[in-house]
């Protein structure tokens, strides 16, 4: 069978443990061929990052540099316009025809995901593998509770390319990328929150503070 290819993107301001941890646990879980880190140019629902898309994208590459899971992908880094996720999701549906693809999210934001640009087209390119997290309890509209259900995948469903929900549980580090600027502007180390390559350039660089 064809191996899939897992999805997540973010700002990535700075990557940290609980991005990759969760990722990682991901791929284990599908078996998946590997995971594309794409960073975000000028995320459309969320605060522009502080960081800028090319120190982003340097502590990207630092971080996965040893690991044969992790891809960094600067797609959306080189495309004009805001970051849409159905925009990438078509150019990798396009770059893998045959691939399963399972574009990582979390509730949080699944639970905005019919404000997304042209969000129904995301099922026809991609599956979702919806991270759940205990501490949040994200309610759906009743359009869009029958829409999940209605996409909900069931044994077997891993073989196709695209169209289902998948409810996953990975570990959930209790690490966020807005504490650990706040930290280092505060004077705190990011050390053993984010890979030691990224606390180092971030020292070296004098982000965040």
Known sequence: ??????????????????????AFELAQQFDLDHIRLIPSARPPHR?????????????????????QTFVVDDCELKRQGPSYTVD????????????????????????QIDTWHHWQQLLTLSHIALIQRPEQSEAL?????????????????????????????????NISATGIRAGIANGLSPAFLTPDPVAQLIAQLGLYR
């Open 1 to 22: 069978m064809t191996k899939g290819i897992g999805i997540f993107g973010g700002t990535f301001d700075p990557v940290h443990h609980g991005h990759l941890r969760s």
């Open 47 to 67: 605060e522009q990052p502080q960081a800028t898309p090319e120190q982003r994208l340097m502590m990207l590459h630092l971080a996965v540099k040893n690991s």
């Open 141 to 173: 509209s009743n359009t869009m509770a029958a829409w999940y259900q209605s996409h909900l995948a069931t044994s077997g469903d891993e073989t196709q390319r695209a169209g289902k929900i998948w409810p996953v549980t990975l570990t959930q580090l």
């Open 88 to 111: 990438t999701l078509a150019s990798l549906r396009a770059q893998y025809p045959e691939r399963p693809l399972f574009l990582m999210m979390g509730t949080d934001a699944f639970a």
